[in-house]
């Protein structure tokens, strides 16, 4: 069975750090296109990060670009997101997703069950 | 980036009505569109992919279509189940950017 798992969250101060992981088990993770998403609550979903398999490509959103940076250990089964510079605009439930190819289209067929990051001074 | 721009942001049904729920793209992402219903304290759940095909185990009064700029994804005869915020998203060109979402409430 697929299972994302993050962890990492919590309170963070503004202009600190934080480094969320999630464990990935169930499916050869080393294959997988894999992402990082954020919700603030209560409000709509949004993309921030992707990393290919080898971690040859990644992409970020405009709005954690620069400040935060996606990695992963394929011989740990794990994903991660480095977040540097957090503001209070970063308060979210954080997700990691896998990436399928379906239809000759790729999309986010499993979910981690988030975790909470909080920047507050 | 595209942006994507989901309508009603909000909509009152009963149960076994159909609902419609509209995405549009400012730009084409040809059948590169995914929805994802969301419950309250929950992950995302996968709906549809690839505009129009049906996730496994996903019921099928759930159905999508559509594609270039203009999408749909529509649930006929309502559920109790059903009730929650659906997101549509696409994944052509980064930023895969998500539309601000639908709560489907019940009348």
């Known amino acids: 069975e697929v299972e994302l798992v993050e962890s990492g969250g919590g309170l963070g101060q503004p202009g600190g750090s934080l480094r969320l992981s999630c464990a990935a088990s169930?499916?050869?993770?080393?294959?997988?296109?894999m992402n990082w998403m954020r919700q603030v609550p209560g409000k709509g979903l949004e993309w921030l990060s992707y990393?290919?398999?080898?971690?040859?490509?990644?992409h970020y959103a405009d709005s954690v670009k620069g400040r935060f940076t996606i990695s992963r250990d394929n011989a740990k089964n794990s994903l991660y997101l480095q977040m540097n510079s957090l503001r209070d605009e970063d308060t979210a439930i954080y997700y990691c997703t896998r990436d399928v190819r379906g239809s000759g289209t790729y999309f986010s067929d499993y979910w981690g069950q988030g975790t909470l990051v909080t920047v507050s001074s | 980036d595209i942006q994507m721009t989901q309508s009603p942001s909000s909509v009152s049904a009963s149960v076994g009505d159909r609902v419609t729920i509209t995405c549009r793209a400012t730009q084409h992402v040809h059948i590169w569109l995914a929805w994802y219903q969301q419950k309250p304290g929950k992950a995302p759940n996968l709906l549809i992919y690839?505009?129009?095909s049906l996730q496994s185990g996903v019921p099928s009064r759930f159905s999508g279509s559509g594609g270039g700029t203009d999408f749909t994804l529509t649930i006929s005869n309502l559920q109790p189940d059903d009730f929650a915020s659906y997101y549509c998203q696409q994944t052509y060109i980064f930023p895969h950017t998500f539309g601000g979402g639908t709560k489907v409430e019940i009348k």
């Open positions: 169930g499916f050869l993770f080393s294959t997988y296109n």
């Open positions: 990393i290919s398999p080898a971690s040859d490509t990644v």
């Open positions: 690839a505009a129009s």
